[in-house]
């Protein structure tokens, strides 16, 4: 959305890279995508849609053998994969603390590569924003990534994520917290692609976000049906076939599973 908005009020053209299911390559699909007129990158670490994480690395450096920047949003990603936004290379990297980071909705985080900051101007500020509330002689940003923060700060908000973010760091443990939700991930995408009638459209090596479909039975039915369980899902309009996707985190039990699974398997077979 920031982007078509953009692209009506500045003229900017946006090309798309289709990336299919997951199942095409990143990186060639941008190359490919990439001219000498780009000028920024923007990409999910893991699509919303499939649950699929790129490859940033070899991204990073496609990109930038280009003079291009590339922008990363990774609010499916933090938290379910290990993410070091140094050794991943990327100019921009934001993220909220809520989702995956099980904090409250209503603040994010950006990471602004520091030898960048100077190109990437600020669209929105506020007194946070530059030094001397802005009221010096002169604009003089700051030197940090604060420059981009707008007032007035959410202040409960972001202190309840902070405390969220803590707890998960010091008393879950992010490698058990990686590690539960690959497993998790695993023993569901195998148990529904058991079924008979059930097509799993995300990958099998994948972490969270897992996305179905269910033949003869309209996406809408299958939500509901779930629902009526207790299991919560989502419409995926941009897959082929269209889906439904369940989210998987470190704190779901076995039993969560075996109720999703059993509730598919009346779906297959018609019954209430």
């Known amino acids: 959305m920031p982007l078509r908005v953009l692209a009506r009020r500045r003229g900017v053209k946006l090309t798309f890279a289709d990336l299919g299911n997951g199942e095409v390559d990143a990186t060639e699909a941008l190359?490919?995508?990439?001219?000498?007129?780009?000028?920024?990158?923007?990409?999910?670490?893991?699509?919303?849609?499939?649950?699929?994480?790129?490859?940033?690395?070899?991204?990073?450096?496609?990109?930038?053998?280009?003079?291009?920047?590339?922008?990363?949003?990774?609010i499916q990603a933090v938290g379910t994969v290990p993410v070091d936004v140094r050794a991943l290379g990327v100019d921009g990297y934001a993220f909220s603390r809520h989702k995956f980071l099980c904090g409250p909705d209503g603040a994010g985080v950006l990471y602004v590569r520091k030898e960048v900051q100077s190109e990437i101007r600020p669209t929105y500020t506020g007194v946070f924003s530059a030094s001397g509330h802005g009221v010096a002689g002169e604009l003089k940003l700051m030197?940090?990534?604060?420059?981009?923060?707008?007032?007035?700060?959410?202040?409960?908000?972001?202190?309840?994520?902070?405390?969220?973010?803590?707890?998960?760091?010091?008393?879950?443990?992010?490698?058990?917290?990686?590690?539960?939700?690959?497993?998790?991930?695993?023993?569901?995408?195998?148990?529904?692609?058991?079924?008979?009638?059930?097509?799993?459209?995300?990958?099998?090596?994948?972490?969270?976000?897992?996305?179905?479909?269910?033949?003869?039975?309209?996406?809408?039915?299958?939500v509901s049906r779930l629902r009526e369980n207790y299991v919560f899902t989502r419409t995926i309009s941009v897959t082929e076939p269209v889906g439904v996707r369940i989210s998987v985190g470190f704190w779901n039990r076995e039993s969560d599973l075996e109720r999703i699974a059993e509730t598919v398997r009346s779906i297959t077979c018609g019954s209430g």
């Open 31 to 74: 190359s490919e995508s990439i001219s000498s007129k780009t000028r920024m990158v923007l990409i999910s670490h893991v699509d919303y849609a499939t649950g699929t994480c790129v490859d940033l690395e070899s991204i990073s450096e496609l990109a930038h053998d280009g003079d291009v920047l590339l922008l990363v949003d990774g």
């Open 143 to 222: 030197e940090t990534a604060q420059r981009y923060e707008v007032s007035t700060r959410p202040l409960p908000v972001i202190m309840g994520g902070t405390a969220a973010v803590k707890w998960i760091r010091e008393e879950v443990g992010l490698p058990y917290v990686f590690d539960r939700d690959k497993r998790l991930y695993g023993t569901l995408w195998r148990t529904l692609s058991g079924i008979d009638g059930v097509r799993v459209i995300s990958q099998p090596s994948q972490s969270s976000l897992l996305t179905f479909a269910v033949d003869g039975v309209p996406v809408k039915e299958v």
